[in-house]
């Protein structure tokens, strides 16, 4: 299995930004980054197709989060702009296969999580 690690959440006043990254023992076909806040259903807000290097994002997301990859250092990103209050929660990297979409990703295996907080 790919091992996951994320890092760098924190706290961050509305609208500014983080970059969470993932520290990843390799690829698989899909990557993704999901989050969760107490009490809702873990969601899927990235994906990226690691063969192409295709991207999509959830709706309520998109244009403000980019996920990219470092191949070289074997790290996935994901750079949050624009951050609001509904963004906080528990952010995590996690990999797995077709189909390869925002609302299968809550099914793929991820990480520990990093905190994000958003006031």
């Known amino acids: 299995h790919v091992q996951l690690v994320e890092s760098g959440g924190g706290s961050v006043q509305a609208g500014g930004s983080l970059r969470l990254s993932c520290s990843t023992s390799g690829y698989s076909r899909c990557m993704a980054w999901l989050r969760q806040v107490p009490g809702k259903e873990r969601e899927g807000v990235a994906v990226m197709f690691t063969g192409t290097g295709a991207r999509l994002y959830s709706d309520s997301v998109k244009g403000r989060f980019t996920v990219s990859r470092d191949n070289a250092n074997n790290t996935l990103y994901l750079q949050m702009n624009s951050l609001k209050p509904e963004d906080t929660g528990t952010y995590y990297c996690?990999?797995?296969?077709?189909?390869?979409?925002?609302?299968?990703?809550?099914?793929?295996?991820r990480g520990q999580g990093t905190q994000v907080t958003v006031s």
């Open positions: 996690a990999t797995g296969s077709a189909p390869c979409t925002v609302a299968n990703a809550p099914r793929f295996r």
